[in-house]
T-cell receptor, first 115, second 109 residues
Framework: DVKVTQSSRYLVKRTGEKVFLECVQD?????MFWYRQDPGLGLRLIYFSYDVKMKEKGDIPEGYSVSREKKERFSLILESASTNQTSMYLC??????????????FGDGTRLSIL | TQLLEQSPQFLSIQEGENLTVYCNSS?????LQWYRQEPGEGPVLLVTVVTGGEVKKLKRLTFQFGDARKDSSLHITAAQPGDTGLYLCAGTEVGDMRFGAGTRLTVKP
């Protein structure tokens, strides 16, 4: 089974702090994704990566950056955390086949609170 | 940008009842996935449908992909409290995958 592991289930930080969310997958997937999930808004894509050191902006990249130095690890960085970044953050991975993304496998999420 | 609309947004039923939730779009998808997410966990893939008109069954869950591959439905027979969760649909096109906002289902014993 695919395992996607997020480093923290719950995290509390203060406004202005630099926050790192880590995600590791064990299935050698090319693609990795970071979403945030808010009530009534569903999953919104922040950034994704289709290869090591490659990244693409999703729908809501403002205030975030990412790092993919190794294939199995994808990090989300909040450069200067703000209260409107309080949310559930979900990491996912998938592989690419026949011109399409295959179904994504998700981690258990990190519930981040910014005070 | 594709938009996936799920309905209803919330559904609360008694154990043993049947229900159907819907996922609709104006876009055509190459495939569509259904996920279930329980509180405090990430979404877990239930099924992928690929062919227009396709019907897949997973125990008491029946998934259907519309003939035009723009919509899908999930029918649950004799719902149980263990079916409680957020049901998400996701549509895939070449180079892109989009999620609906989900249907939050509560099955009361």
């Amino acid at each position: 089974d695919v395992k996607v592991t997020q480093s923290s289930r719950y995290l509390v930080k203060r406004t202005g702090e630099k926050v790192f969310l880590e995600c590791v997958q064990d299935m050698d997937h090319e693609n990795m994704f970071w979403y945030r999930q808010d009530p009534g808004l569903g999953l919104r894509l922040i950034y994704f990566s289709y290869d090591v050191k490659m990244k693409e902006k999703g729908d809501i990249p403002e205030g975030y950056s990412v790092s993919r130095e190794k294939k199995e690890r994808f990090s989300l960085i909040l450069e200067s955390a703000s209260t409107n970044q309080t949310s559930m953050y979900l990491c996912a991975s998938s592989f690419y086949q026949q011109g399409a993304y295959q179904p994504q496998h998700f981690g258990d999420g990190t519930r981040l609170s910014i005070l | 940008t594709q938009l996936l609309e799920q309905s209803p947004q919330f559904l609360s039923i008694q154990e043993g009842e049947n229900l159907t939730v819907y996922c609709n779009s104006s876009s055509v998808f190459s495939s569509l996935q259904w996920y279930r997410q329980e509180p405090g966990e990430g979404p877990v893939l239930l099924v992928t449908v690929v062919t227009g008109g396709e019907v897949k069954k997973l125990k008491r869950l029946t998934f259907q992909f519309g003939d035009a591959r723009k919509d899908s439905s999930l029918h649950i027979t004799a719902a149980q409290p263990g079916d409680t969760g957020l049901y998400l649909c996701a549509g895939t096109e070449v180079g892109d995958m989009r999620f609906g906002a989900g249907t939050r289902l509560t099955v009361k014993p």
